[in-house]
């Protein structure tokens, strides 16, 4: 089974994550996007560029993608492992088609449409909702995807995803205490499996 975590920056899915290394059992492959790889370097040094062309920071996400599918994801789900990422693919399309609007026609459609023939959807997708602000205050807003109004592009991107596919996604209040979002991602785990 391959479980994400996904929201916008400041929502606590890396806070999740680290807590589920605790709770969830050793056979559970842990994972992350952009990854560690040297695509995932690349993709962290364009995080860092103001001036970067959207298009092109779309692929190396992508290409971040394809090999994380290939090298750790597929691999570990064929072993029969509970695979869980922090962030995956609706990461790419909520952020990169807020990125691509007005560059590309339809961006979230676009976006979708270059990983529909080889990425593989997570069986379940737990999304920790906050507002913008809130995220973009607790992300501190380090880079330029973590500005408030980004932030309410990329989350309106993501309620489109959320209702195209509403049996997939788990909403978590993630206003709360860290504690309080761990017990519900646990919880909401804890009935997937």
């Given at each position: 089974m391959l479980v994400t975590l996904e929201g916008i920056d400041g929502s606590g899915k890396t806070t999740v994550a680290e807590?589920?290394?605790?709770?969830?059992?050793?056979?559970?492959?842990?994972?992350?996007?952009?990854?560690?790889?040297w695509y995932g370097e690349v993709v962290e040094r364009s995080l860092g560029d103001a001036d970067a062309d959207p298009l092109a920071e779309l692929f190396l996400y992508t290409a971040d993608h394809a090999d994380h599918l290939s090298r750790v994801v597929e691999p570990a789900l064929a072993d029969g492992a509970l695979v869980v990422s922090d962030r995956y693919v609706d990461s790419r399309y909520?952020?990169?088609?807020?990125?691509?609007?007005?560059?590309?026609?339809?961006?979230?459609?676009?976006?979708?449409?270059?990983?529909?023939?080889?990425?593989r959807t997570p069986d379940a997708?737990?999304?920790?909702?906050?507002?913008?602000?809130?995220?973009?205050?607790?992300?501190?807003?380090?880079?330029?995807?973590?500005?408030?109004?980004?932030?309410?592009?990329?989350?309106?991107?993501?309620?489109?995803?959320?209702?195209?596919?509403?049996?997939?996604?788990?909403?978590?209040?993630?206003?709360?205490?860290?504690?309080?979002?761990?017990?519900?991602?646990?919880?909401?785990?804890?009935?997937?499996?």
């Open positions: 807590a589920l290394r605790e709770s969830l059992p050793g056979e559970t492959v842990f994972t992350r996007e952009p990854t560690d790889s909520a952020y990169q088609a807020a990125t691509l609007d007005g560059v590309v026609r339809r961006p979230l459609e676009y976006v979708m449409g270059i990983h529909e023939p080889f990425t997708t737990l999304y920790l909702d906050v507002p913008p602000e809130t995220g973009a205050e607790r992300a501190g807003a380090t880079n330029k995807f973590e500005t408030a109004g980004y932030l309410a592009e990329v989350r309106a991107n993501y309620e489109r995803l959320i209702e195209a596919e509403p049996e997939r996604f788990v909403r978590i209040d993630a206003t709360r205490s860290p504690e309080a979002v761990v017990e519900a991602a646990e919880t909401a785990l804890e009935r997937l499996r």
